[in-house]
Nanobody
Framework: QLQLVESGGGLVQPGGSLRLSCAAS????????IGWFRQAPGKEREGISC????????NYADSVKGRFTISRDNAKNTVYLQMSSLKPEDTAVYYC????????????????????WGQGTQVTVSS
């Protein structure tokens, strides 16, 4: 059974850093693009970053570009989201999700309909 589990969330002061992890199991991890999304209370879910199946291609939302870095380790079936220069407006529940890509597709898009979502991890940025 395909499963994604996020971890690494917590409380951090503005300007601080956190690294989120998304551990996958139950599927051919290197055949999927992975996306990170977040949802703040009262707001719609926002796609913030994605990474292609081999890690060569990444995309970022403007809201996090230059502050967040996505990476993956296919040997460990894990995707990471390194978050720096955190702001109070980054406070949200962060989710990862997987999208199966065809063999010739190496990129990713935050507009795809991702399937197989994790349960989320809370990130709170506050002093």
């Amino acid at each position: 059974q395909l499963q994604l589990v996020e971890s690494g969330g917590g409380l951090v002061q503005p300007g601080g850093s956190l690294r989120l992890s998304c551990a996958a199991s139950g599927f051919s991890f290197d055949s999927y693009a992975i996306g990170w999304f977040r949802q703040a209370p009262g707001k719609e879910r926002e796609g913030i970053s994605c990474i292609g199946k081999n890690g060569w291609n990444t995309n970022y939302a403007d809201s996090v570009k230059g502050r967040f870095t996505i990476s993956r380790d296919n040997a460990k079936n894990t995707v990471y989201l390194q978050m720096s220069s955190l702001k109070p407006e980054d406070t949200a529940v962060y989710y990862c999700a997987a999208y199966p890509v065809r063999s010739f597709v190496i990129g990713c898009s935050l507009l795809w309909k991702y399937v197989n979502w994790g349960q989320g991890t809370q990130v709170t940025v506050s002093s």
